[in-house]
Protein backbone atom coordinates (compact mmCIF):
# COMPACT_ATOMS: atom_id res chain seq x y z
CA UNK A 1 0.00 0.00 0.00
CA UNK A 2 1.19 3.33 -0.98
CA UNK A 3 1.24 6.66 1.44
CA UNK A 4 -1.56 9.25 1.06
CA UNK A 5 -0.60 12.96 -0.42
CA UNK A 6 -2.09 16.02 1.69
CA UNK A 7 -2.10 19.01 0.35
CA UNK A 8 -3.19 21.37 3.32
CA UNK A 9 -3.86 25.01 2.95
CA UNK A 10 -2.30 27.29 6.17
CA UNK A 11 -4.08 30.42 5.56
CA UNK A 12 -2.55 33.85 5.10
CA UNK A 13 0.12 33.85 7.93
CA UNK A 14 -1.42 33.93 11.10
CA UNK A 15 -1.20 30.44 12.72
CA UNK A 16 -4.53 30.71 14.63
CA UNK A 17 -6.44 30.60 11.01
CA UNK A 18 -4.99 27.41 10.64
CA UNK A 19 -8.03 24.61 10.09
CA UNK A 20 -8.53 21.70 12.59
CA UNK A 21 -8.06 19.26 10.29
CA UNK A 22 -5.18 21.10 8.95
CA UNK A 23 -3.81 21.20 12.06
CA UNK A 24 -4.53 17.43 13.26
CA UNK A 25 -3.48 15.87 9.59
CA UNK A 26 0.22 17.92 9.85
CA UNK A 27 0.92 16.50 13.51
CA UNK A 28 0.25 13.09 12.18
CA UNK A 29 1.59 13.26 8.95
CA UNK A 30 5.22 10.72 8.31
CA UNK A 31 6.60 13.81 5.98
CA UNK A 32 6.46 17.24 6.71
CA UNK A 33 7.07 19.21 3.28
CA UNK A 34 7.70 23.17 2.52
CA UNK A 35 8.85 25.65 -0.55
CA UNK A 36 11.59 27.65 0.35
CA UNK A 37 13.27 30.16 -1.44
CA UNK A 38 17.33 30.00 -1.47
CA UNK A 39 17.68 31.80 1.97
CA UNK A 40 16.03 28.13 3.38
CA UNK A 41 13.89 30.36 4.98
CA UNK A 42 10.29 28.43 4.73
CA UNK A 43 7.29 31.12 5.48
CA UNK A 44 4.91 27.80 5.58
CA UNK A 45 7.27 26.19 7.71
CA UNK A 46 6.98 28.83 10.39
CA UNK A 47 3.27 29.22 10.33
CA UNK A 48 2.93 25.23 11.07
CA UNK A 49 5.36 24.93 13.35
CA UNK A 50 3.59 24.58 16.77
CA UNK A 51 1.57 21.35 14.78
CA UNK A 52 5.21 19.93 13.89
CA UNK A 53 6.57 16.86 16.22
CA UNK A 54 9.92 15.30 16.75
CA UNK A 55 10.71 12.14 14.47
CA UNK A 56 9.00 13.53 11.28
CA UNK A 57 11.01 13.37 7.89
CA UNK A 58 11.07 16.90 6.68
CA UNK A 59 11.59 17.86 2.63
CA UNK A 60 12.50 21.57 1.98
CA UNK A 61 11.60 22.26 -1.54
CA UNK A 62 13.96 25.26 -2.43
CA UNK A 63 13.32 27.01 -5.51
CA UNK A 64 15.93 27.52 -7.83
CA UNK A 65 14.99 30.99 -9.22
CA UNK A 66 11.98 33.44 -7.49
CA UNK A 67 11.29 35.70 -10.38
CA UNK A 68 10.27 35.69 -14.09
CA UNK A 69 13.28 37.78 -14.65
CA UNK A 70 15.53 35.22 -14.31
CA UNK A 71 16.58 33.32 -17.49
CA UNK A 72 14.28 30.50 -18.59
CA UNK A 73 12.31 30.74 -15.49
CA UNK A 74 9.18 28.66 -16.34
CA UNK A 75 12.26 25.65 -17.52
CA UNK A 76 13.56 26.19 -14.63
CA UNK A 77 10.31 25.44 -12.37
CA UNK A 78 9.29 23.01 -14.08
CA UNK A 79 12.72 20.45 -13.78
CA UNK A 80 12.50 21.74 -10.23
CA UNK A 81 8.97 20.12 -9.60
CA UNK A 82 9.55 17.06 -11.48
CA UNK A 83 12.19 16.68 -9.23
CA UNK A 84 10.48 17.35 -6.38
CA UNK A 85 7.57 14.93 -7.21
CA UNK A 86 10.07 12.08 -7.75
CA UNK A 87 11.30 12.95 -4.22
CA UNK A 88 7.72 12.34 -2.62
CA UNK A 89 6.85 9.60 -5.19
CA UNK A 90 9.97 7.87 -2.78
CA UNK A 91 7.84 8.26 0.53
CA UNK A 92 4.48 7.46 -1.20
CA UNK A 93 5.57 4.25 -2.53
CA UNK A 94 7.23 3.29 0.85
CA UNK A 95 3.74 3.88 2.58
CA UNK A 96 4.47 7.52 3.98
CA UNK A 97 1.81 9.45 4.18
CA UNK A 98 2.86 13.42 3.02
CA UNK A 99 1.86 16.43 3.55
CA UNK A 100 2.17 19.80 1.72
CA UNK A 101 2.60 22.80 3.45
CA UNK A 102 0.72 25.88 1.46
CA UNK A 103 0.04 29.70 2.36
CA UNK A 104 -3.38 30.20 1.82
CA UNK A 105 -5.29 27.79 -0.38
CA UNK A 106 -3.59 24.83 -2.08
CA UNK A 107 -5.60 25.65 -5.30
CA UNK A 108 -5.62 29.58 -5.10
CA UNK A 109 -2.47 30.17 -6.93
CA UNK A 110 -1.13 27.60 -4.72
CA UNK A 111 2.75 26.02 -5.11
CA UNK A 112 1.10 23.09 -4.21
CA UNK A 113 -1.04 22.29 -7.31
CA UNK A 114 2.38 21.84 -9.67
CA UNK A 115 2.51 18.63 -7.57
CA UNK A 116 -0.83 17.57 -7.12
CA UNK A 117 -0.71 17.64 -11.46
CA UNK A 118 2.28 15.14 -11.13
CA UNK A 119 0.88 12.70 -8.56
CA UNK A 120 -2.59 13.26 -8.01
CA UNK A 121 -3.59 10.78 -10.17
CA UNK A 122 -0.85 7.90 -8.48
CA UNK A 123 -1.92 8.28 -5.44
CA UNK A 124 -4.69 8.58 -3.19
CA UNK A 125 -4.88 12.31 -2.77
CA UNK A 126 -6.46 14.46 -0.20
CA UNK A 127 -7.01 18.91 -0.41
CA UNK A 128 -7.87 20.75 2.69
CA UNK A 129 -8.91 24.16 1.71
CA UNK A 130 -6.99 27.27 3.56
CA UNK A 131 -8.14 30.72 4.02
CA UNK A 132 -6.74 33.09 0.87
CA UNK A 133 -4.79 35.73 1.24
CA UNK A 134 -7.71 37.57 -0.58
CA UNK A 135 -10.40 36.59 2.42
CA UNK A 136 -7.64 37.36 4.62
CA UNK A 137 -6.52 40.99 3.54
CA UNK A 138 -10.49 42.01 3.27
CA UNK A 139 -11.07 40.86 7.07
CA UNK A 140 -8.06 43.17 8.19
CA UNK A 141 -8.91 45.42 5.97
CA UNK A 142 -12.62 45.99 6.91
CA UNK A 143 -14.44 46.08 4.27
CA UNK A 144 -16.71 44.02 2.62
CA UNK A 145 -15.59 42.63 -1.21
CA UNK A 146 -18.51 41.48 -2.85
CA UNK A 147 -22.02 42.65 -2.37
CA UNK A 148 -25.64 41.12 -4.05
CA UNK A 149 -25.11 41.40 -7.40
CA UNK A 150 -21.42 42.47 -7.70
CA UNK A 151 -18.61 40.71 -9.49
CA UNK A 152 -15.54 39.33 -8.08
CA UNK A 153 -12.43 39.72 -10.88
CA UNK A 154 -8.99 38.15 -9.38
CA UNK A 155 -6.19 38.65 -11.32
CA UNK A 156 -2.45 38.21 -11.22
CA UNK A 157 -0.36 41.39 -11.61
CA UNK A 158 1.66 39.65 -13.50
CA UNK A 159 -0.62 40.49 -16.16
CA UNK A 160 0.34 43.26 -19.25
CA UNK A 161 -0.70 47.06 -17.22
CA UNK A 162 -2.68 47.57 -20.75
CA UNK A 163 -4.90 43.87 -20.09
CA UNK A 164 -5.32 44.64 -16.35
CA UNK A 165 -7.07 48.11 -17.03
CA UNK A 166 -8.84 46.58 -19.01
CA UNK A 167 -10.50 44.08 -16.91
CA UNK A 168 -10.41 46.32 -13.90
CA UNK A 169 -12.89 49.00 -15.48
CA UNK A 170 -14.83 46.33 -16.27
CA UNK A 171 -15.57 44.67 -13.27
CA UNK A 172 -16.91 45.87 -9.83
CA UNK A 173 -14.85 44.56 -7.20
CA UNK A 174 -11.95 42.96 -8.06
CA UNK A 175 -8.50 41.63 -6.02
CA UNK A 176 -4.60 41.74 -7.86
CA UNK A 177 -1.91 39.50 -6.48
CA UNK A 178 1.64 38.82 -7.28
CA UNK A 179 2.54 42.50 -6.91
CA UNK A 180 6.60 42.75 -5.52
CA UNK A 181 7.97 44.11 -8.82
CA UNK A 182 4.68 44.06 -10.63
CA UNK A 183 3.00 46.99 -8.37
CA UNK A 184 4.05 49.97 -10.93
CA UNK A 185 2.05 48.53 -13.89
CA UNK A 186 -0.71 47.58 -11.17
CA UNK A 187 -0.96 50.98 -10.05
CA UNK A 188 -0.89 52.39 -13.50
CA UNK A 189 -3.75 50.20 -14.73
CA UNK A 190 -5.81 50.83 -11.76
CA UNK A 191 -5.44 54.77 -12.43
CA UNK A 192 -5.83 53.76 -16.59
CA UNK A 193 -9.53 52.30 -15.30
CA UNK A 194 -10.47 55.09 -13.00
CA UNK A 195 -10.02 53.19 -9.76
CA UNK A 196 -6.78 54.21 -8.15
CA UNK A 197 -8.91 55.72 -5.35
CA UNK A 198 -10.66 53.31 -4.79
CA UNK A 199 -7.44 50.60 -4.04
CA UNK A 200 -6.11 49.64 -1.32
CA UNK A 201 -3.06 48.21 -0.39
CA UNK A 202 -2.64 45.27 2.03
CA UNK A 203 0.78 43.57 2.98
CA UNK A 204 1.12 40.32 4.44
CA UNK A 205 -2.34 40.16 5.82
CA UNK A 206 -2.61 38.50 9.29
CA UNK A 207 1.01 38.71 10.40
CA UNK A 208 3.15 40.82 12.99
CA UNK A 209 4.11 42.98 9.76
CA UNK A 210 1.08 43.38 8.42
CA UNK A 211 1.05 46.93 6.43
CA UNK A 212 -2.01 48.74 5.42
CA UNK A 213 -2.56 51.67 3.02
CA UNK A 214 -4.34 53.15 0.23
CA UNK A 215 -2.70 52.06 -2.90
CA UNK A 216 -1.86 55.30 -4.40
CA UNK A 217 0.02 56.15 -1.28
CA UNK A 218 2.55 53.05 -1.41
CA UNK A 219 5.76 53.51 -2.68
CA UNK A 220 6.24 50.96 -5.17
CA UNK A 221 10.09 49.90 -4.32
CA UNK A 222 8.95 48.62 -1.13
CA UNK A 223 6.15 46.54 -1.86
CA UNK A 224 6.98 42.54 -1.56
CA UNK A 225 5.32 39.84 -3.54
CA UNK A 226 3.31 39.02 -0.71
CA UNK A 227 0.98 41.73 -0.78
CA UNK A 228 -2.22 42.46 -2.51
CA UNK A 229 -3.97 44.95 -3.79
CA UNK A 230 -7.91 45.54 -3.31
CA UNK A 231 -10.90 46.64 -4.72
CA UNK A 232 -13.85 46.46 -2.51
CA UNK A 233 -17.28 46.44 -3.03
CA UNK A 234 -19.08 49.82 -4.20
CA UNK A 235 -22.31 48.97 -3.43
CA UNK A 236 -21.10 48.43 0.14
CA UNK A 237 -19.59 51.86 0.45
CA UNK A 238 -22.49 53.29 -1.82
CA UNK A 239 -25.40 52.18 0.67
CA UNK A 240 -23.05 52.51 4.04
CA UNK A 241 -22.98 56.58 2.82
CA UNK A 242 -26.62 55.91 2.64
CA UNK A 243 -27.57 54.66 6.25
CA UNK A 244 -28.98 57.40 8.85
CA UNK A 245 -27.29 58.57 11.62
CA UNK A 246 -27.30 56.29 14.15
CA UNK A 247 -29.60 57.21 16.98
CA UNK A 248 -28.16 57.14 20.76
CA UNK A 249 -28.59 53.85 22.84
CA UNK A 250 -32.21 53.86 24.43
CA UNK A 251 -33.46 56.42 22.07
CA UNK A 252 -36.66 55.77 19.82
CA UNK A 253 -39.78 53.08 20.84
CA UNK A 254 -38.90 50.75 23.85
CA UNK A 255 -40.82 47.78 23.64
CA UNK A 256 -41.41 44.45 26.44
CA UNK A 257 -41.67 41.02 24.91
CA UNK A 258 -42.86 38.46 27.50
CA UNK A 259 -40.26 35.09 26.62
CA UNK A 260 -41.22 31.88 27.48
CA UNK A 261 -38.01 29.88 28.00
CA UNK A 262 -40.16 26.50 27.93
CA UNK A 263 -39.38 24.05 31.09
CA UNK A 264 -35.47 23.24 30.57
CA UNK A 265 -32.22 23.98 28.38
CA UNK A 266 -32.12 25.85 25.61
CA UNK A 267 -32.93 22.95 22.78
CA UNK A 268 -36.30 23.52 24.53
CA UNK A 269 -36.56 27.32 23.51
CA UNK A 270 -38.36 28.64 20.53
CA UNK A 271 -36.10 30.46 17.59
CA UNK A 272 -38.22 33.74 18.02
CA UNK A 273 -37.60 33.21 21.37
CA UNK A 274 -33.64 32.94 21.16
CA UNK A 275 -34.13 36.20 19.11
CA UNK A 276 -35.85 38.17 21.28
CA UNK A 277 -33.33 37.41 24.08
CA UNK A 278 -30.10 38.60 21.77
CA UNK A 279 -31.95 41.01 20.81
CA UNK A 280 -32.79 42.74 24.00
CA UNK A 281 -31.43 45.77 25.95
CA UNK A 282 -32.71 44.72 29.73
CA UNK A 283 -33.90 41.40 30.92
CA UNK A 284 -36.20 41.21 33.60
CA UNK A 285 -37.35 38.00 35.64
CA UNK A 286 -37.22 36.00 38.54
CA UNK A 287 -33.36 35.53 39.82
CA UNK A 288 -33.38 31.16 38.53
CA UNK A 289 -35.29 31.74 35.41
CA UNK A 290 -32.63 34.71 34.70
CA UNK A 291 -30.04 32.26 35.29
CA UNK A 292 -30.64 30.21 32.54
CA UNK A 293 -30.06 32.96 29.81
CA UNK A 294 -26.51 32.83 29.08
CA UNK A 295 -24.60 36.17 29.96
CA UNK A 296 -24.21 39.04 27.55
CA UNK A 297 -22.22 42.03 28.55
CA UNK A 298 -24.08 44.18 26.54
CA UNK A 299 -27.44 43.49 28.82
CA UNK A 300 -28.87 44.55 31.90
CA UNK A 301 -30.05 41.93 34.01
CA UNK A 302 -32.60 42.64 36.75
CA UNK A 303 -33.32 39.29 38.65
CA UNK A 304 -36.33 40.22 41.26
CA UNK A 305 -38.09 37.72 43.92
CA UNK A 306 -40.80 35.59 42.51
CA UNK A 307 -43.57 37.17 45.12
CA UNK A 308 -43.37 40.35 43.27
CA UNK A 309 -45.00 40.36 39.55
CA UNK A 310 -47.22 43.36 39.24
CA UNK A 311 -43.69 45.36 40.25
CA UNK A 312 -42.20 43.66 37.82
CA UNK A 313 -44.18 44.53 35.19
CA UNK A 314 -44.18 48.34 35.82
CA UNK A 315 -40.28 47.93 36.14
CA UNK A 316 -39.96 46.97 32.49
CA UNK A 317 -42.44 48.79 31.17
CA UNK A 318 -40.63 51.77 32.10
CA UNK A 319 -37.44 50.87 31.15
CA UNK A 320 -38.90 50.44 27.56
CA UNK A 321 -41.09 53.63 27.89
CA UNK A 322 -37.48 55.29 27.92
CA UNK A 323 -36.43 53.82 24.85
CA UNK A 324 -35.17 49.93 25.98
CA UNK A 325 -36.01 46.47 24.50
CA UNK A 326 -37.22 44.98 27.65
CA UNK A 327 -37.27 40.36 27.55
CA UNK A 328 -39.19 39.33 30.43
CA UNK A 329 -38.66 36.21 31.03
CA UNK A 330 -41.01 32.96 32.36
CA UNK A 331 -40.27 29.52 32.40
CA UNK A 332 -42.43 27.37 30.51
CA UNK A 333 -45.17 29.28 28.23
CA UNK A 334 -45.69 32.78 29.90
CA UNK A 335 -49.30 32.76 29.14
CA UNK A 336 -50.13 29.89 31.68
CA UNK A 337 -49.69 30.92 34.95
CA UNK A 338 -46.45 33.22 34.51
CA UNK A 339 -45.84 36.57 33.62
CA UNK A 340 -47.42 37.70 30.56
CA UNK A 341 -51.18 38.37 32.19
CA UNK A 342 -49.09 40.15 34.93
CA UNK A 343 -47.34 42.16 32.61
CA UNK A 344 -50.81 42.68 30.48
CA UNK A 345 -52.17 43.64 33.21
CA UNK A 346 -50.15 46.01 34.70
CA UNK A 347 -50.11 47.65 30.94
CA UNK A 348 -53.56 48.03 30.80
CA UNK A 349 -53.24 50.76 32.80
CA UNK A 350 -53.29 54.20 30.75
CA UNK A 351 -49.83 55.40 31.58
CA UNK A 352 -48.66 52.59 29.63
CA UNK A 353 -51.03 51.75 27.22
CA UNK A 354 -48.80 53.84 24.43
CA UNK A 355 -45.64 50.90 25.48
CA UNK A 356 -45.92 47.86 22.91
CA UNK A 357 -46.33 44.75 24.53
CA UNK A 358 -45.54 41.19 22.98
CA UNK A 359 -46.08 37.27 24.34
CA UNK A 360 -43.83 34.90 22.72
CA UNK A 361 -45.05 31.31 23.64
CA UNK A 362 -43.01 28.76 25.35
CA UNK A 363 -43.50 24.81 25.61
CA UNK A 364 -45.53 24.49 28.91
CA UNK A 365 -44.81 22.10 31.80
CA UNK A 366 -47.97 20.00 31.03
CA UNK A 367 -46.98 19.36 26.99
CA UNK A 368 -43.15 18.51 28.51
CA UNK A 369 -44.10 15.76 30.82
CA UNK A 370 -46.96 14.29 29.38
CA UNK A 371 -44.33 13.78 25.91
CA UNK A 372 -41.88 12.31 27.88
CA UNK A 373 -44.50 9.68 29.51
CA UNK A 374 -46.30 8.99 26.11
CA UNK A 375 -49.93 10.73 25.58
CA UNK A 376 -51.92 11.31 28.43
CA UNK A 377 -53.38 14.67 27.10
CA UNK A 378 -54.17 12.89 24.09
CA UNK A 379 -58.30 13.62 24.70
CA UNK A 380 -60.30 17.14 26.49
CA UNK A 381 -58.20 18.38 29.71
CA UNK A 382 -58.01 21.09 31.98
CA UNK A 383 -54.92 22.79 33.90
CA UNK A 384 -55.32 23.99 37.27
CA UNK A 385 -53.16 25.28 39.75
CA UNK A 386 -52.89 23.94 43.83
CA UNK A 387 -51.35 27.59 44.22
CA UNK A 388 -54.14 29.58 46.87
CA UNK A 389 -51.80 32.29 47.06
CA UNK A 390 -53.81 34.27 44.41
CA UNK A 391 -57.31 32.75 44.81
CA UNK A 392 -58.94 30.96 47.82
CA UNK A 393 -58.68 27.13 48.51
CA UNK A 394 -62.71 26.65 48.19
CA UNK A 395 -61.97 28.04 44.42
CA UNK A 396 -59.68 25.67 44.06
CA UNK A 397 -61.98 22.40 45.39
CA UNK A 398 -64.85 23.50 43.30
CA UNK A 399 -63.00 23.29 40.07
CA UNK A 400 -60.76 20.37 41.05
CA UNK A 401 -64.44 18.48 41.95
CA UNK A 402 -65.97 19.91 38.52
CA UNK A 403 -63.30 18.54 36.28
CA UNK A 404 -63.26 15.45 38.04
CA UNK A 405 -67.04 14.59 37.37
CA UNK A 406 -66.67 16.39 34.01
CA UNK A 407 -64.52 13.17 33.69
CA UNK A 408 -61.35 15.37 32.16
CA UNK A 409 -57.72 15.15 32.36
CA UNK A 410 -55.83 17.28 34.93
CA UNK A 411 -53.02 18.69 34.39
CA UNK A 412 -52.15 20.38 37.82
CA UNK A 413 -49.35 22.90 38.40
CA UNK A 414 -47.23 24.43 41.28
CA UNK A 415 -48.83 21.31 43.20
CA UNK A 416 -46.58 21.96 46.92
CA UNK A 417 -44.04 24.39 48.25
CA UNK A 418 -41.96 24.69 51.28
CA UNK A 419 -45.06 26.73 52.85
CA UNK A 420 -47.70 24.27 50.82
CA UNK A 421 -47.53 20.76 52.04
CA UNK A 422 -51.27 19.96 52.35
CA UNK A 423 -52.88 20.28 49.54
CA UNK A 424 -51.83 17.16 47.39
CA UNK A 425 -53.72 15.19 49.96
CA UNK A 426 -57.10 17.94 50.02
CA UNK A 427 -56.91 17.29 46.29
CA UNK A 428 -56.46 13.95 46.10
CA UNK A 429 -59.21 13.27 48.18
CA UNK A 430 -61.54 15.54 46.65
CA UNK A 431 -60.61 13.63 42.78
CA UNK A 432 -61.05 10.20 44.61
CA UNK A 433 -64.89 11.37 45.02
CA UNK A 434 -65.55 11.56 41.35
CA UNK A 435 -62.48 9.12 39.79
CA UNK A 436 -61.39 5.07 40.52
CA UNK A 437 -58.54 4.35 42.76
CA UNK A 438 -56.63 3.26 40.12
CA UNK A 439 -57.04 6.27 38.32
CA UNK A 440 -53.23 6.85 36.74
CA UNK A 441 -51.22 10.21 37.93
CA UNK A 442 -48.25 10.83 36.65
CA UNK A 443 -45.43 12.90 38.62
CA UNK A 444 -42.73 14.67 36.49
CA UNK A 445 -40.30 16.26 38.17
CA UNK A 446 -37.69 18.85 36.46
CA UNK A 447 -38.40 17.57 32.91
CA UNK A 448 -35.53 18.35 30.64
CA UNK A 449 -33.35 19.75 33.31
CA UNK A 450 -30.40 17.40 35.18
CA UNK A 451 -32.68 15.96 37.94
CA UNK A 452 -35.40 14.75 35.30
CA UNK A 453 -37.71 12.14 36.91
CA UNK A 454 -41.15 10.63 36.23
CA UNK A 455 -43.40 8.17 38.20
CA UNK A 456 -46.53 6.42 37.63
CA UNK A 457 -48.51 5.41 40.49
CA UNK A 458 -52.27 5.17 41.58
CA UNK A 459 -54.52 7.93 42.45
CA UNK A 460 -55.22 6.15 45.89
CA UNK A 461 -51.31 6.93 46.44
CA UNK A 462 -51.05 9.70 45.75
CA UNK A 463 -49.97 11.29 49.50
CA UNK A 464 -47.59 14.13 48.43
CA UNK A 465 -44.41 12.48 49.03
CA UNK A 466 -41.55 13.90 46.57
CA UNK A 467 -43.74 16.53 44.99
CA UNK A 468 -42.64 19.68 45.15
CA UNK A 469 -42.76 22.90 43.23
CA UNK A 470 -40.47 21.72 40.26
CA UNK A 471 -43.42 19.49 39.74
CA UNK A 472 -46.15 18.79 37.53
CA UNK A 473 -49.39 16.00 38.05
CA UNK A 474 -51.36 14.78 35.67
CA UNK A 475 -54.26 13.06 36.48
CA UNK A 476 -55.76 10.62 34.08
CA UNK A 477 -59.53 10.50 33.34
CA UNK A 478 -61.38 7.27 33.24
CA UNK A 479 -60.07 6.40 29.70
CA UNK A 480 -56.42 6.76 30.68
CA UNK A 481 -54.51 4.07 30.37
CA UNK A 482 -50.60 2.70 31.18
CA UNK A 483 -49.16 0.19 29.02
CA UNK A 484 -45.83 -1.74 29.39
CA UNK A 485 -43.65 -1.42 25.60
CA UNK A 486 -41.32 -3.79 24.75
CA UNK A 487 -38.88 -2.56 25.67
CA UNK A 488 -39.56 -1.97 29.04
CA UNK A 489 -40.88 1.73 29.07
CA UNK A 490 -44.04 2.36 30.13
CA UNK A 491 -46.41 4.71 28.93
CA UNK A 492 -49.79 6.50 29.61
CA UNK A 493 -52.28 7.65 26.95
CA UNK A 494 -55.34 8.87 26.58
CA UNK A 495 -57.43 7.41 23.60
CA UNK A 496 -59.24 10.14 21.39
CA UNK A 497 -62.26 7.94 21.20
CA UNK A 498 -65.09 8.37 24.43
CA UNK A 499 -67.61 5.85 24.97
CA UNK A 500 -70.93 6.98 23.88
Known amino acids: MTGHLYGVGLGPGDPELITLKAARLIAAADVVVHHAARHGRSIARSIAAAHLRDGQIEEALVYPVTTERTGDYRGALEEFYERSAARLAEHLDAGRDVVVLCEGDPFFYGSYMHLHKRLGDRYPTTVVPGVTSVSGACAELGRPLVERDEVLTVLPGTLPPDELERRLAETDSAAVLKLGRTFGGVREALEGAGRLDDAWYVERATTDKQRIAPLADVDPETVPYFSVAILPSRVHEQTRRELPEPAPTGAGPGEVVIVGLGPAGREWLTPEAQDAL ?223
Request: overall charge neutral; some cysteine; glycine content about 8%.
Open 278 to 500: SSADDLVGYAPYLARVPANARQERHASDNRVESERAEFALALAERGRRVAVVSSGDPGVFAMAAAVLEVAAEDRWKGVPVRVLPGLTAANAVASRIGAPLGHDYCVLSLSDRLKPWEAIEARLAAAAAADLVIAIYNPASRSRTEQVGRARDVLLAHRSPDTPVVIGRDVGGPEESLRVIRLADLDGTGVDMRCLLLVGSSQTRVAERGDGRTVVFTPRRYPS
